[in-house]
């Protein structure tokens, strides 16, 4: 491939600057010219001389590649998006995406794309389509073989669009029926509760210890959605009378910072200190402080679960309640990401890309570091959130915990659609058709359980908690 075939690398701005068309016999300029030559010199030995020629999509690989590779030598979250990947990053932080509304997986029986679950309030959902149902078409296209995200492509798009999807259910006469849906704006929704109601599968049961008042409340991701999620969460604990709360962070990789700000906002008085951000500048230190006629749930007591999964924005928020001495951090230790990212957007050709790059770090209220990374030589163990209340767990027991997490969160379908009673989650099967784990024992979540008892203890209760479900989750892509 002729060296003028990727120009789309001139995302580098010194490329830009400089262009790729530098004779050999030119004088060096600049250092940045002797950068730039070193990739373009690399390039032209793999294309004059790899045993085989590459294609443009392998080009293309080669040169995300080669960017990605320097990148993660700097630092392991920066990284080179490009278009697609722009796109997918861009709806994880808005928190929606255009399509349906349905978790998608492959039937191993018949290889046609298969319905796990709709999400409750989608055109799916509201159109009658339930757990396992065979999709057997997307408009014309037979689904037979194909792989996840193709059909993914094939299903999401923008919103007030149509999608006709041939539904294949056992037991109906005929078998086929062709559902056309309009796509609309699917959320993703980040704040979950202790069950789904059974009247309305689109809200949540709260209270994990009704006499005594303790509600759980879930953070699944800081997205564009969970401080406004969140909020009316605990405004609806509070309406019902609400005497404590379980802020379930495990699991939760972090997000938006904004998103982390607000919700420690929620529990903060005015003026307390949430995070400070440093950079190369040190004239641009940030430093955030909770606002004025936010804070909910005052005088109440708090319990944070975390674990080595609680990263980022998850940590900022644990941090926070703990240095304000507002809630009990339960569980194991955070896992210590104390970076900031910056997604830069550059035009790579006729697409749009990104740079993910770290700009900044992360320092908690009481002024020490959180990044496991860069803990100080003289306090090696300077980072990440420690639990006030420490409760390991095993490998089996987390991944029993997701287990129940997908079971929680699935729904066979609209009640109307499903009858009466609906079918109970099920235990999803490996490739081998077997469940992927035995779930007939009652699961006993050992972090939470110690969480309402320093609750209980607070609060000067005797209730006995009941033990809620858990689970581990399959690879489901929604579309």
């Known amino acids: 491939m002729p060296l003028r075939n990727v120009a789309w690398l001139l995302v580098v701005p010194a490329i830009v600057a400089l262009g790729l068309a530098v004779s050999y016999s030119a004088p060096a300029p600049d250092k940045d010219y002797k950068r730039v030559r070193q990739i373009v010199d690399v390039m032209a030995e793999?294309?004059?001389?790899?045993?085989?020629?590459?294609?443009?999509?392998?080009?293309?690989r080669f040169t995300e590649d080669m960017i990605n590779g320097g990148l993660r030598k700097l630092d392991p979250h920066s990284e080179y998006l490009n278009a697609e990947q722009l796109k997918r990053f861009e709806a994880d932080s808005e928190g929606s995406f255009g399509g349906v509304g349905i978790l998608l997986g492959i039937d191993p029986a018949t290889k046609f794309l298969m319905v796990d679950h709709p999400m409750p309030g989608t055109p799916a959902y509201d159109a009658g389509i339930i757990a396992n149902d065979l999709i057997v078409k997307v408009?014309?296209?037979?689904?037979?073989?194909?792989?996840?995200?193709?059909?993914?492509?094939?299903?999401?798009?923008?919103?007030?669009?149509?999608?006709a999807l041939t539904i294949r259910r056992a037991g109906r006469n005929p078998t086929d029926e062709v559902v056309e849906l309009t796509r609309g704006r699917i959320p993703n929704h980040p704040v979950t509760g202790v069950r789904r109601r059974a009247d309305d599968p689109t809200r949540w049961e709260w209270f994990v210890d009704k006499p005594n008042g303790i509600?759980?409340?879930?953070?699944?991701?800081?997205?564009?959605?969970?401080?406004?999620?969140?909020?009316?969460?605990?405004?609806?604990?509070?309406?019902?009378?609400?005497?404590?709360?379980?802020?379930?962070?495990?699991?939760?990789?972090?997000?938006?910072?904004?998103?982390?700000?607000?919700?420690?906002?929620?529990?903060?008085?005015?003026?307390?200190?949430?995070?400070?951000?440093?950079?190369?500048?040190?004239?641009?230190?940030?430093?955030?402080?909770?606002?004025?006629?936010?804070e909910l749930f005052k005088d109440r007591p708090i319990v944070v679960l975390m674990n080595d999964g609680s990263a980022s924005a998850s940590e900022i928020v644990a941090s926070a309640l703990q240095d304000n001495h507002r809630a009990t951090i339960v569980g194991e230790r955070s896992y210590g990401k104390g970076s900031?990212?910056?997604?830069?957007?550059?035009?790579?050709?006729?697409?749009?890309?990104?740079?993910?790059?770290?700009?900044e770090t992360y320092w908690r209220p009481n002024g020490q570091n959180m990044d496991k990374r860069l803990a100080p030589k003289d306090k090696p163990d300077e980072w990440g959130v420690k639990p006030d209340v420490p409760v390991p767990v095993t490998t089996e027991e987390r991944e029993r915990a997701a287990l129940e997490k997908y079971k929680r969160e699935w729904v066979a379908g609209k009640p109307a659609a499903v009858g009466t009673p609906p079918p109970p989650?099920?235990?999803?099967?490996g490739p081998d058709g077997k469940p992927i784990m035995d779930d007939s024992k009652p699961f006993v979540d050992k972090p939470l359980n110690a969480g309402i008892d320093v609750l209980k203890k607070k609060l000067g209760g005797v209730g006995e908690a009941p033990r809620p479900p858990a689970r581990r989750v399959p690879e489901l892509i929604a579309g």
């Open 46 to 60: 793999v294309d004059a001389h790899f045993y085989r020629k590459l294609t443009d999509e392998e080009w293309e």
């Open 139 to 163: 408009g014309d296209k037979s689904t037979e073989g194909i792989t996840v995200p193709d059909a993914r492509k094939l299903i999401t798009g923008e919103p007030d669009t149509k999608v």
């Open 215 to 294: 509600a759980l409340v879930r953070v699944a991701a800081f997205n564009e959605l969970t401080a406004k999620e969140l909020r009316a969460a605990v405004e609806e604990i509070e309406k019902e009378g609400g005497k404590a709360l379980v802020l379930d962070l495990r699991e939760n990789p972090g997000g938006l910072l904004n998103q982390a700000i607000d919700v420690a906002n929620t529990f903060l008085p005015e003026g307390a200190p949430i995070v400070g951000t440093r950079g190369r500048d040190p004239d641009k230190t940030r430093d955030f402080k909770a606002r004025k006629d936010l």
């Open 340 to 359: 900031v990212q910056k997604v830069l957007r550059i035009q790579s050709g006729d697409e749009r890309a990104a740079v993910k790059l770290t700009t």
């Open 425 to 429: 989650p099920p235990t999803p099967k």
